[in-house]
Structures are given as C-alpha cells and as structure tokens.
C-alpha cells in the first residue's frame, strides 16, 4: 500500500523569507501523481502545484515549486518570499494513474509566517 | 461553476445515534470520494463512489456505508455513532472518465461531534 510520510508537524518561516516542506512517499508503482495541498482555518483543502510522476522537470506555480526526486521518492515543497496568508496546515498526497485510485494523504505540516 | 457543496456544515450527535451527511461534486465530475480528518491530522480515505457504487473502500468498519444518486451527489451514512468518530468528513470531487492527472476538488467539510 502507498503511504506518504511529512516528518515535520510543525514548520515556521519569516515573512519573504524561504520554506521547505518535506514529504517521502512509499509506492511500487512507475506512473503515479503527487500533489501538495494548503488547509487554511476555513477547512476547504486548496490544491497548491501538482506533479506527474513521468515528468522530469519539476513543478512551478508562482512562488510555490518542489523537488522531485523519484529515485529517492521523495516530494519537497518550496515556498519563496513568504506571505503572512501562507500561514496553513500543508498536506502532501500521492494518487496512483490508474483510473478511479484514491489519493493518499500526509499528516501533514503546519506552517506558521512571523511578520 | 460551483464547487463541492457538503451539508450540514456543523453536526452533534449523541453516541449510538446514525448521521447522515451530504455531497454535491462540482459540476462535470462523476467520482465522489469521502475522507474522514480527525483534529492535527490528515484525511483518511473512507470509499469512493463512482456509476452509483462503491469502487474503492479504505479501512473503516461496515458502520460507514455510503450512496450515489444519478445525478452524482453522494450521501456518507455512519451508524451506531462512536465518540471516536467526531471529526470533519470531507467530500472531494474529480472526473473518472479519462486518466485524470489533476487532484480532487475537496468541498468545506462537516464538522460532526459525538457527544
């Protein structure tokens, strides 16, 4: 079975400073997508940048980028220049390219943004 | 285009007594899957719906069973109400039809409380 392992509960970052989230996941698969997600206060779970798992190139979505490394299996999140309105719980998740798989989730990482 | 809708947003429950909550995916999609989010942690997967009927079940008891209407909206009914089943329940949306490499879109959440 698939796991997904966020060893950092908790996370702290100066405002327009820089952040990494880390997450390793566990799969016997070869094609697969991997994805972070931001739960603010108001629970809605917030789609932030997704990979696929055949791309080489990792991911970038404005201030937000990661690390892939499928060798390693291992999933990290940048965050870049800091906003006080990144201040969340961040989940990363794992989801097999089989058609109709569910997607596995972290314990996820709580970051908090000093002004 | 709306989004998940889910309902009730907030519930109390007694122990022993069953709940019933509610789904409407987001507009095109025809997969609900449920998650059950405990407090500081990250979503377990329930089950997922997809043509009316259950595809996919994670490890939960036979007290979680679940429905889909045609019209793709969902219900998640759980019996015999445990304190430890106070939690948010998700609801997340997606499109089965074609191999799908974007995330689910995850609605607010009910909040229920067994008291």
């Known amino acids: 079975a698939q796991t997904v392992t966020q060893s950092q509960p908790e996370m702290s970052v100066q405002e327009a400073e820089t952040v990494t989230l880390s997450c390793t996941y566990d799969t016997s698969e070869s094609d697969y997508y991997l994805f972070w997600y931001k739960q603010p206060p108001s629970r809605q779970m917030i789609l932030v940048i997704r990979q696929e798992a055949y791309k080489q190139q990792n991911a970038t979505e404005n201030r937000f980028s990661v690390n892939f490394q499928k060798a390693a299996k291992s999933f990290s999140l940048k965050i870049s220049d800091s906003q006080l309105g990144d201040a969340a719980m961040y989940f990363c998740?794992?989801?097999?390219?089989?058609?109709?798989?569910?997607?596995?989730f972290g314990a996820g990482t709580r970051l908090t943004v000093k002004p | 285009d709306a989004g998940v809708t889910q309902s009730p947003t907030h519930l109390i429950k007694t122990r022993g007594q069953q709940v019933t909550l509610r789904c409407s995916p987001k507009s095109g999609h025809d997969t609900v899957s449920w998650y059950q989010q405990a407090l500081g942690q990250g979503p377990q997967f329930i089950f997922q719906?997809?043509?009316?009927?259950?595809?996919q079940r994670g490890n939960f008891p036979d007290r979680f069973s679940g429905h889909q209407f045609p019209n793709y909206s969902s219900e998640l009914n759980v019996n015999a109400l445990l304190l430890g089943d106070s939690a948010l329940y998700l609801c997340a949306s997606s499109y089965l039809g074609t191999a799908n490499p974007h995330g689910y879109t995850f609605g607010s959440g009910t909040r229920l409380t067994v008291v």
């Open positions: 719906y997809y043509e009316e009927e259950e595809r």
């Open positions: 998740a794992y989801r097999s390219a089989r058609a109709g798989n569910d997607m596995r």
